[in-house]
């Protein structure tokens, strides 16, 4: 395997663990990962928390210390963008004009915020947050006086942004279309339990609103927002998180299998079986999920390339990973343990109005998955229960008394075959980090 | 300033220099130690940082919070009396010399 070369395309969270993963299996070949993102890797959760906030510093938001790729002999190249696929050759053109051969082609592109469809919508001061510059820029217009913030689409990104800049102290609205809040994602019991937190605090949320229409200054700065049925509200600053849209486009052109995503087998393999495709931009059969899916979070970056790099070396294994998922809010630990939709019951455990809850959602009777509002223990559990397949039916979890915690431990075997670390030799480095 | 060991399951070792205000979490991303995955970045959410404090420690550790012990629940090694989250132990003087030995699989 001496001459294999693997060529990642795309340097953000499930790129950069690819390449890890596969140095952790002690795999000897090239690994090149292509970036269009400088300064390089970088974890993107805080942006719409700390960062924003200004409590997380621009250093802790890198995955890793530069010397970690010339140490992992991992090549990166930050600041540049694959522009084509030839399959024929097995080879990638980049936007340098550097062309590169692979044995194993590794899409990680990622995805990109999807743009408000409305009049308006490239006026200044209209935002969407994806990387570290669109973080920079709104904690930029964050930082000053209190303004008048909208957030357009009550999803994670969204409501994250709305928490953060209330915390600061401005003026914040949410618009959203659809009847509820994160309407997608959690039950109905969760997302009214996170929009009261959010009224409580003084954000306007308006829920089942379309925006129409955005108008602006004599400098083009968004100044009003129009809504159906003919209400505008002052804005200074607008913020779009409406959804994202999965960077297909790579493989598109060179004619790989694509819907919403980049369709992807048991193994994350694309319909040609040297590429791969994970993360936020592939779609891939779901065993918990019946189906297939797409889903953006970084567990899901993560465990991916554990499953990616294990194919590379010749030791595949399906992908059945439990997704889990975080956000925070005001004081609100929201966690999400495996697929909550679609269910037929639910139980909720705990106090709603003092914040502190779960609810189990069952299908069939069967528990597939478990949203906990500063419950971490339910999360934790619940995600080792899903993870050995135990069952918890709904009868048990509305016996007065409940608790996961009182429930023995049951042993879990990992869901990924992990390597052992290869070091054999004791190592003592000087850190210069501060 | 601390020397942290963090000690593999397959008995090798890797000590470092950590500098406050770090954590023992991010000890080992800023000098590529292996075994700790800290999904959530640091923020008590995720229990992929687990470690077990060496038996023998005698170091001053912070107390464990109820948020910490709540995560404890989750993790995918078996939780012992020593086990903590990496990411909740702030690094400092008081602290050096500190052994730590990584789970099996942190998910
Ligand atoms: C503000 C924010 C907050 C979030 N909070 C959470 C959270 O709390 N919890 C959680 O689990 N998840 C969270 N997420 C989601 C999580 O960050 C993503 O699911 C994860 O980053 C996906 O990783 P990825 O590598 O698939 O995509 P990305 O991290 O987006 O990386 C893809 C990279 O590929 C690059 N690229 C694309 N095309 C090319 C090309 N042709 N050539 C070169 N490079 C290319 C892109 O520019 C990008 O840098 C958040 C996301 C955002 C934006
Ligand atoms: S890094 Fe997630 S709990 Fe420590």
New binding site residues.
């Given amino acids: 395997m001496a001459a294999h070369a693997v060529v990642v ?9 690819t390449a890890c993963a596969l140095r952790s299996r002690g795999f000897r070949g090239r690994i090149t990962l ?4 400088p300064p390089g ?9 700390g960062y924003l906030a200004g409590t997380v510093a621009a250093e802790e938001i890198a995955l890793r210390p530069p010397s970690f790729y010339t140490e992992q002999d991992i090549e990166l190249l930050p600041g ?4 084509s696929l030839d399959r024929e050759r097995r080879t990638v053109l ?2 340098s004009g550097l062309r590169l051969p692979y044995d194993n082609l590794v899409l ?6 999807r743009s408000l469809p409305v009049p308006g919508a490239s006026l200044t001061g209209v935002l969407s ?3 570290l510059a ?2 920079e820029d709104l904690r930029l217009r964050l930082s000053g006086p209190p303004r008048r913030l909208v957030v357009v689409g009550a999803g ?2 969204g409501l ?2 709305a928490a953060t800049a209330r915390g600061l102290g401005h003026d914040v609205t949410v618009v959203e279309a659809q009847p509820r809040a994160l309407a997608r994602a959690l039950t109905p019991t969760t997302s009214d339990r996170i929009v009261a937190e959010h009224r409580e605090r003084g954000v306007r949320v308006l829920l089942g609103r379309e925006v129409t229409a955005l108008f602006g200054d004599a400098e083009g700065r968004v100044q009003v927002m129009e809504l159906d049925g003919g209400e505008r509200i002052a804005a200074d600053l607008v913020v779009v998180g409406v959804g ?1 849209l999965p ?1 297909i ?2 493989a598109l052109a060179a004619d790989l299998l694509v819907g919403d995503g980049v369709v992807v087998d048991a193994q994350l393999r694309t319909s040609d079986p040297d590429i791969f495709a ?5 779609r891939f059969p779901s065993p918990r999920a019946g189906r297939h899916v797409r ?7 993560s465990d991916q390339a554990k499953c990616v790099a294990a194919a590379v070396c010749g030791e595949p294994y399906a992908y059945t990973a439990v997704p ?5 809010q005001y004081a609100l630990r929201l966690q999400i343990a495996g697929l909550t939709a679609p269910h037929d019951e639910t139980v909720t455990v705990g106090d709603l109005a003092d914040g502190k809850f779960s609810v189990f959602c069952f299908r069939g009777g069967r528990l597939t998955g478990v949203e906990s509002v500063n419950r971490p223990a339910d999360h934790g559990i619940a995600r080792r229960l899903l993870t050995a397949g135990t069952d918890l039916s709904p009868g048990t979890v509305r016996e007065p008394g409940f608790d996961l915690k009182r429930l023995p431990r049951t042993p879990t075997t990992p869901t990924t075959p992990t390597a052992s670390p290869s070091r054999t030799t004791i190592q003592e480095r000087l850190s210069v980090h501060a | 300033m601390a020397k942290i060991t963090y000690k593999h399951p397959n008995g090798t070792v890797t000590i470092v220099d950590v500098q406050a205000p770090n954590t023992v979490m991010r000890g080992a991303k800023l000098n590529n130690v292996d075994g700790i995955e800290a ?2 970045g640091g923020s008590a959410q995720c229990g992929t940082c687990h470690v077990y404090v060496d038996e023998a420690n005698t170091l001053p550790l912070p107390e464990m919070d109820s948020v910490e012990d709540d995560v404890l629940y989750g993790t995918a090694c078996e939780r012992t009396e020593f086990s903590r989250l990496s990411c909740q132990l702030p690094v400092g003087d008081e602290i050096d010399g500190l052994l730590v030995h990584l789970p099996e699989a942190q998910s």
């Fill in positions: 395309v795309g340097a953000g969270q499930a790129g950069f663990e292509i970036g269009d993102e890797p970088s974890y993107r959760p805080p942006l719409s928390k540049d963008r694959v522009a980049l936007e990680a592109t990622g995805s990109r915020p947050l994806r990387g669109d973080a994670f990104i994250e942004v994202v960077n486009e790579l994970l993360g936020d931009c592939a889903v953006e979070s970084v567990q899901n970056a889990w998922f975080w956000s925070e | 999904q959530c």
